[in-house]
């Protein structure tokens, strides 16, 4: 595809791209541009073309809010009391007494913890088998149930068979 010669100069009242009407003013030359047209544009008045008329309407400015978020870049800045602690533990060339301490109360604490949670859980799954059993044999009496009751609709649509087997005799005998 090769390129076209699209326009001549970046001057002039049809140019490419240009989607508003141009005002022309005698008093001005060619080229220039009124001062108040320049206010005008970025003080929000936008001029909208139509085939037969130019309608002007104004924008309203957008406030924009803005929330500056500092970044902290420092390892010091980020540090608590308490994390200061156990990075001076750690640092040490060798561990000191008060750090295996630590260390020891934290496993101690997690420990607790842990035991805590599968206490809780081995209750829970107690219960959870014990309804588990209660609803097994409450699904066996439903079976049963059902089982009877299909034995008992069978034979109930069996008395109807015949009653209605020997009515069919007994109209033909009295016919």
């Keep these: 595809m090769a390129l076209r010669y699209i326009q ?11 989607s508003r009407a141009v005002e022309v003013d005698e008093n001005t030359k060619p080229g220039k541009v009124p001062k108040n047209r320049i206010k005008r544009f970025f003080s929000g008045s936008r ?15 957008v406030a924009v809010n803005t929330v500056e978020i500092g970044v902290c870049t420092e390892i010091n800045a980020l540090q608590s009391g308490k994390e200061d602690e156990t990075i001076a533990l750690l640092t040490e060339p060798t561990p000191s007494e008060n750090y295996w301490k630590m260390m020891a109360e934290n496993r101690r604490l997690a420990l607790r913890t842990a035991l805590e949670e599968n206490k809780k859980f081995c209750e829970e799954l107690a219960y959870l088998r014990e309804e588990n059993r209660l609803l097994r044999v409450l699904a066996e009496e439903g079976q049963a149930l059902k089982e009877a009751l299909d034995q008992q609709n069978l034979q109930a649509k069996r008395m109807a068979y015949i009653q209605h087997a020997e009515f069919k005799v007994i109209n033909l005998r009295w016919n």
């Design 47 to 61: 001029v909208k073309v139509s085939p037969n008329k130019v309608d002007v309407s104004t924008m309203t400015d």
């Design 8 to 18: 001549s100069s970046p001057e002039g009242t049809h140019l490419v791209g240009v």
